[in-house]
């Protein structure tokens, strides 16, 4: 577990089995984004604490979209913290059904052999539960479209390709964008590190992804705070530049 208070003012980084999940301070409560895999639960609540909350100072869930190492808590937070999942309507159903993505790899199952540093990140993500995730229960979830704002402040920048419903989180006061998948600084398929699009073992569509990038760079936002691998103060339109390169 890494922790990190004020990533961004305001907003906090949590990181556990290479899988990122942010609290966001919304003036007396708090907005969490994603929420990792089921073992992430008590490093969770450990780092709420460390702030000097409680549990029931949570009031939403935003999920920037529907993959199990995403959703890993979100059943159980839902239920037991009486929270509303927010997702975006065209990774509702994904959300309910964390393991049955599309991805544009067709052989994904022998990407790791491929590029066998990875193996160990996602030995760490199965210890963590990544086989073990259970869906939300579609009556947790509350739908949302592209123009929506989020509690928190977040504006909903539609970026899909990684599946189909990926959103990314603008917060301009904060002058941060929450990521997801759409780039990540580490990629657990092939454990290369840096600006980068997800391998496509991973990812829905990669020239959608690819163009969605676009949407990143327009927020001219300094921070991009990703979905994997440390966050980047640079300008997200510098690391869109990098994605691209690396991406082809």
């Known amino acids: 577990m890494t922790f990190h208070r004020d990533v961004v003012p305001g907003i906090h980084w949590l990181e556990h089995a290479h899988t990122n999940q942010y609290i966001v301070e919304d003036r007396d409560r ?12 008590q ?33 159980r937070l839902a239920r037991e913290w009486r929270i509303p999942v927010h997702v975006h309507r065209d990774d509702a159903w994904l959300t309910s059904h964390p393991y049955r993505y599309a991805h544009q790899n067709a052989t994904r199952f022998g990407v790791p052999l491929r590029h066998p540093r990875s193996l160990p990140l996602l030995g760490r993500m199965a210890v963590a539960g990544a086989f073990t995730v259970r869906g939300v229960d579609h009556m947790d979830v509350t739908s949302f479209g592209d123009n929506a704002v989020l509690p928190g402040g977040a504006q909903v920048v539609p970026t899909p390709g990684h599946t189909y419903g990926h959103v990314s989180l603008h917060f301009p006061l904060r002058d941060a964008v929450i990521a997801g998948d759409a780039l990540v600084t580490l990629d657990p398929y092939t454990a290369a590190t840096g600006p980068r699009m997800i ?23 300094k921070s991009l705070l990703p979905g994997h691998g440390v966050p980047w103060h640079h300008g997200v339109d510098v690391a869109v530049a990098r994605a691209r390169e690396t991406s082809g």
């Open 199 to 221: 391998a496509g073992s991973a990812t829905a569509d990669l020239d959608r992804n690819r163009a969605s990038l676009d949407a990143l760079a327009a927020t001219e936002a």
């Open 43 to 75: 490093p969770l609540v450990r780092a709420i604490r460390e702030l000097g909350r409680d549990t029931d100072a949570v009031s939403d869930l935003i999920i920037t979209h529907g993959h199990f190492d995403h959703v890993g808590t979100a059943r």
């Open 30 to 41: 708090l907005v969490l984004v994603d929420c990792g895999l089921p073992r992430s639960h």
